[in-house]
């Protein structure tokens, strides 16, 4: 119900009051009897519309709590992205003073985050850099679009690094520049960034249930759940129209797969090494975590390579040809150096690299019996196979 509604509502009732108090002492005392009557059954009617009207405004309230409640959340979930994103990010102003920054930007610049606010970004650029960083600043006036370009930056202390500017100019409705919103990334990033993540996705095991498999064990799948790797190998596998089992990933510690990432009809997970552990993460945790979908952004990435490295080898016509570069790139995937090679960890049936290949058993066997005679292959006492340098 409109505020404004109730108000009037309100002042009608005065009125009606208002008017009946007058009729009142103007009226004989016999008639006064009926037109209290009549005062009674208008306060009653009044009473009842104040009553709907406050249950109204009660539903209102209880839905603006709720959706204020919803923003908040939205806002806290976007700061959190904001402050730990793991390039360094800034808001400044068009003339390029900083309104906002995040951790990495108070690392990347060796200052306390509370004190980047207010300090110009060109204090940040080298004395023979800056003729060029104001040419670049200038030009973002005429442009709504995304500018990136190299240059020089130092830290509070001085030391220098290359850095790629990546900058997106916000204009308000009128079209006057506001704010420029900045990523800031050195050359080094892309492999920092990468350790952290590796380490973040050990630390994802941490404090969490254990669930163990062992050779051989299907896994359960279920569509709100995202199975994380903590030791051993998972053989992720789907099935051909003739029924064969195809290899479409190898999920190793740190990585993570799900039913809820597949549109395939049949998709299965089976132990491949003794002693398999994994941890169970939920999607709505995710959803819920900025942190957890960072981590497991770049590592949903590795698995998707995997898989289209697999279909490339699929692809390939000549069967031997697949066997060679299937065994390239499990050398890459889990190849251990060895005296003379590469030894790979884990042990796959001809049955398994049959699948891989979309091939025969029998296929497989002859092949890799004619790459043992050449040299090029060995198998140990254990059946694990040795890929032979060829040097």
């Given at each position: ?5 109730f108000a009037q509502q309100i002042q009608n009732i005065h009125w009606r009051i208002a ?92 200052v306390d985050l509370w004190k980047l606010s207010g300090k110009l970004l060109i204090k ?117 129209e003739d029924g064969d089992e195809v290899l479409i990933g190898l999920a190793s510690p ?138």
């Amino acid at each position: 119900m409109n505020v404004e509604l109730f108000a009037q509502q309100i002042q009608n009732i005065h009125w009606r009051i208002a008017e009946m108090y007058r009729g009142t002492t103007n009226t004989p005392a016999d008639s006064q009897t009926d037109l209290l009557s009549v005062a009674f059954k208008e306060l009653g009617i009044a009473s009842e519309e104040l009553q709907v009207a406050s249950e109204e405004l009660m539903q209102q309230t209880e839905e603006l709590a709720l959706t204020r409640s919803q923003l908040e959340a939205e806002y806290r979930h976007y700061k959190e992205l904001f402050e730990f994103m793991p390039l360094a990010y800034l808001v400044t102003s068009p003339q390029g003073k900083i309104q906002e920054a995040n951790h990495a930007a108070a690392t990347l610049f060796n200052v306390d985050l509370w004190k980047l606010s207010g300090k110009l970004l060109i204090k940040f650029i080298p004395l023979q850099e800056r003729s060029e960083f104001r040419s670049q600043l200038n030009q973002l006036y005429q442009c709504n679009w995304v500018q990136e370009w190299r240059t020089l930056m130092h830290c509070s202390q001085g030391q220098q690094f290359k850095v790629t500017l990546s900058v997106v100019p916000v204009s308000d409705l009128e079209g006057k520049l506001v704010s420029l919103r900045w990523i800031v990334r050195t050359i080094n990033d892309r492999k920092q960034i990468f350790k952290m993540l590796t380490n973040q996705g050990n630390d994802l095991c941490q404090d969490r249930p254990q669930h163990f498999y062992t050779k051989g064990e299907v896994i359960p799948l279920e569509p709100q759940t995202i199975w994380l790797v903590h030791q051993g190998l998972v053989k992720l596998t789907t099935m051909s129209e003739d029924g064969d089992e195809v290899l479409i990933g190898l999920a190793s510690p740190s990585l993570p797969f799900s039913s809820c990432w597949t549109s395939l009809p049949t998709y299965q997970a089976i132990a491949l090494s003794d002693n398999v552990e994994l941890v169970r993460i939920s999607l709505s945790e995710v959803a819920e975590s900025p942190h957890l979908s960072q981590v497991l952004f770049p590592k949903l990435g590795e698995r998707i390579r995997q898989t289209e490295s697999l279909l490339a080898i699929a692809g390939r016509r000549h069967i031997q040809e697949r066997l060679y570069y299937l065994l390239l790139w499990l050398k890459q995937e889990v190849g251990q150096p060895v005296p003379h090679g590469v030894r790979l960890k884990i042990r796959l049936t001809h049955q398994d690299l049959a699948n891989a290949c979309c091939t025969t058993r029998v296929t497989i066997t002859r092949l890799l019996g004619k790459l043992q005679k050449q040299g090029k292959i060995k198998i140990d006492s254990k059946n694990y196979i040795h890929l032979i340098d060829e040097s």
